[in-house]
T-cell receptor, first 109, second 111 residues
Framework: DAKTTQPPSMDCAEGRAANLPCNHS???????VYWYRQIHSQGPQYIIH???NNETNEMASLIITEDRKSSTLILPHATLRDTAVYYC??????????FGAGTILRVKS | NAGVMQNPRHLVRRRGQEARLRCSPM?????VYWYRQLPEEGLKFMVY????????ESGMPKERFSAEFPKEGPSILRIQQVVRGDSAAYFC?????????FGPGTRLLVL
């Protein structure tokens, strides 16, 4: 079973920031927080990951709380092409990814 | 650097036939994972392989399914005597040691 809890769906206006929350209260010290997304049943696309510190790349930012029990993925300027299912996964290197139901993000014009 | 490649992208088989799905990992990646997504369901892990070794096959159905990752060539997921319930999208991911990168998937339809 997935060790994360995400809202089933969210809406975001085009051009605005999309903030996707994730709870992972049972995360262990060796586990990273990973985010993937899946657009129209394509292959999952890696977005970003982190262990303790906040991370930023060209796609998104990841904010992890100090106790590591929750995190937020931020898409700074959402576009229609960001409409997808977003998966938050806690993951230890060398293991399998366990996907939950994810959050359906709908970006609307 | 080319991404993970899977072929065929679409495969149609009749019940009882065999299906062979191929996955070429990204250059330099020695770890391959297979996942299955049944219609309207989430992605489920099937098997994790390194070159010539199966590391974790806890998600593989006990019968008819097998996987290999030979020293040379792509990883192969083989489904013998396919049934309609095998219709799904099969995704392969590869990693150097950490982050997994997914291919576009193979859509298997069993008639």
């Amino acid at each position: 079973d997935a060790k994360t809890t995400q809202p089933p769906s969210m809406d975001c206006a085009e051009g605005r920031a999309a903030n996707l929350p994730c709870n992972h209260s049972t995360i262990s010290g060796n586990e990273y927080v990973y985010w993937y997304r899946q657009i129209h049943s394509q292959g999952p696309q890696y977005i970003i990951h982190g262990l303790k510190n906040n991370e930023t790349n060209e796609m998104a930012s990841l904010i992890i709380t100090e106790d590591r029990k929750s995190s937020t993925l931020i898409l700074p300027h959402a576009t229609l092409r960001d409409t997808a299912v977003y998966y938050c996964i806690v993951f230890e290197y060398g293991n399998k990814l366990v996907f939950g139901a994810g959050t359906i993000l709908r970006v609307k014009s | 650097n080319a991404g993970v490649m899977q072929n065929p992208r679409h495969l149609v088989r009749r019940r009882g036939q065999e299906a062979r799905l191929r996955c070429s990992p990204m250059k330099g990646h020695s770890h391959v994972y297979w996942y299955r997504q049944l219609p309207e369901e989430g992605l489920k892990f099937m098997v994790y392989l390194q070159k010539e070794n199966i590391i974790d096959e806890s998600g593989m159905p006990k019968e008819r399914f097998s996987a290999e990752f030979p020293k040379e060539g792509p990883s192969i997921l083989r489904i013998q005597q396919v049934v309609r319930g095998d219709s799904a999208a099969y995704f392969c991911a590869s990693s150097p040691t950490e982050t997994q990168y997914f291919g576009p998937g193979t859509r298997l339809l069993v008639l």
